[in-house]
């Protein structure tokens, strides 16, 4: 008989405990089927597929599912969470991951989503409402495209359709909000 | 009918004529809406994303605000991520620990008895196709429009409680009530890419470009949606996408308020029609509705 050690074959699940206790997705229903990969949109974009960061999560391969831009390139359009016929919900277990990721500081490589997420989330906390001229000017500069989509920009400043000023609704009310949210998660 | 409006973000920018739309339109059919006072932005993409925490605090922020708002127990929101977030936030809200540490953070209690609904839910399910059909003064007929729901609008159902998610029908039966036909296509709950647009514009032109083709394909003339951000990428990045596809689209895209309007005999201009980037001038005077 072929001898099996016993450390080959033990399962690191800290991982999908922490996705579950986030979350609240058990990733460990997951079979496998591909459905959430076949129906995902921006599959041809991802170097992996949805079905397979189940499976990392599953077997504890934190670094397998944080390093691949997967997570960086879903959509958020709940197909996946829609047709899992499993009934998890990927695309919070994707969100989930990435929160994962950003906490700790692992580097997701030229991604520009989570800096897009920050510079969103600033202006919520600061201004309470999101300010679209700003919002795209700063991530332009951040990433060394100022002149991304500048004739689309000029267009929409024409025709009305950019507020080139912030408008400010009580930012103390949201300021406060995610100051005792802060408070809250320590 | 008096209802709480939250208009969101795009609304009050990128997608202005959306907003003008809908307030036309709802005020035509006699619904009155209160905008929330001092709201604020949902969280939309980015919340839930980072912070899930506050992915659900800002709705319910927003939540306790409609409260306020008179007393009113339903709130309309045109925007396809608004109404998803809200409704998000509500589900998962249900959890008792969740709802706690919510409620200390927007230091207010967070009502849970109230209806949220798109706008399309608010003209169809409130108001009425029948009371809608009366009020067509300058019917569309032999208009063959695609409705594009998007993501959002019916996805996921346990959020959005919609029974035909993969295949709506909703807005097919509005348009036919202006007269317009809803063409049967394959897309019409396809992703555009929605945020991508500003961090990876690639992956939106390609999935926008797709839309677009499919709608071509089945003859239809024009584009109906309901969701700022899908405007935003299929109106706005036709000529991006004409570039980089050597493809040649000039497909109108309305809010399928501005079709109602138009059809209600409201004037284009009035609707905001002609802030749209894909011109519509051509399109509206060959259909003689201006």
């Given at each position: 008989m072929k001898v099996v050690k016993q450390e080959d074959i033990k399962l690191d699940s800290s991982f999908a405990e922490e996705i579950a206790r986030r979350s609240g997705e058990n990733v460990f229903l997951c079979y496998q089927c591909r459905k959430c990969a076949s129906g995902c949109p921006s599959r041809m974009f991802m170097d992996g597929t949805p079905t397979e960061l189940m499976r990392y999560a599953q077997l504890g391969m934190v670094d397998e599912a944080m390093k691949k831009n997967t997570i960086w390139y879903c959509l958020s359009c709940q197909t996946c969470s829609t047709r899992c016929p499993q009934d998890i919900d990927i695309a919070h277990v994707i969100d989930t991951m990435r929160i994962i990721v950003q906490e700790r500081k692992i580097k997701a490589d030229d991604n520009k989503l989570p800096l897009f997420n920050r510079l969103w989330m600033t202006m919520i906390k600061y201004m309470g409402r999101a300010y679209e001229a700003g919002l795209v000017a700063s991530l332009n500069l951040f990433t060394g495209r100022?002149?991304?989509d500048m004739a689309l920009g000029m267009k929409m400043i024409k025709k009305g359709k950019l507020k080139l000023l912030p408008s400010f609704k009580k930012p103390f009310a949201t300021m406060k909000m995610f100051s005792r949210a802060k408070k809250l998660k320590k | 009918m008096k209802l709480a409006y939250y208009p969101g973000c795009s609304l009050h920018s990128s997608s202005i004529e959306y907003d003008i739309s809908t307030r036309k339109v709802c005020a035509a059919l006699g619904v009155e809406l209160v905008e929330v006072e001092d709201w604020i932005c949902?969280?939309?993409?980015p919340a839930h994303q980072c912070d899930d925490l506050m992915s659900v605090a800002l709705p319910a922020k927003n939540l306790a605000l409609v409260r306020e708002?008179?007393?009113?127990k339903e709130v309309c929101a045109p925007c396809a991520s608004c109404y998803s977030r809200l409704k998000v936030a509500q589900r998962r809200l249900e959890d008792e620990d969740l709802r706690k540490d919510v409620e200390m953070v927007i230091d207010s209690k967070y009502p849970d008895d109230i209806e949220v609904l798109h706008a399309l839910d608010v003209i169809?399910?409130?108001?009425g196709i029948d009371a809608v059909k009366e009020k067509v003064v300058r019917s569309l007929d032999g208009l063959k429009v695609a409705c594009y729901y998007g993501?959002?609008?019916?996805?996921?159902p346990k959020v959005?409680?919609?029974?035909?998610?993969?295949?709506?029908i909703q807005m097919e039966s509005l348009m036919e009530a202006l007269g317009a036909e809803g063409v049967d296509w394959n897309m019409k709950t396809f992703c555009c890419g929605a945020a991508f647009a500003l961090t990876q514009s690639d992956v939106v032109l390609e999935l926008t470009r797709r839309i677009l083709a499919d709608a071509e394909s089945v003859g239809a003339d024009v584009i109906s949606v309901g969701c700022p951000l899908c405007h935003a990428n299929l109106d706005g990045r036709q000529t991006q996408i004409n570039n980089k596809f050597n493809t040649n689209f000039h497909t109108p895209i309305f809010y399928f308020t501005e079709l109602m309007g138009l059809a209600m005999g409201i004037e284009a201009k009035d609707l905001g029609i002609f802030k749209h980037i894909t011109e519509v001038e051509d399109f509206l005077k060959e259909r003689a509705l201006i």
């Open positions: 100022p002149t991304k | 949902c969280g939309s993409s708002t008179g007393g009113l169809t399910e409130k108001v993501c959002l609008m019916t996805r996921p959005t409680g919609k029974g035909r998610f993969e295949n709506p």
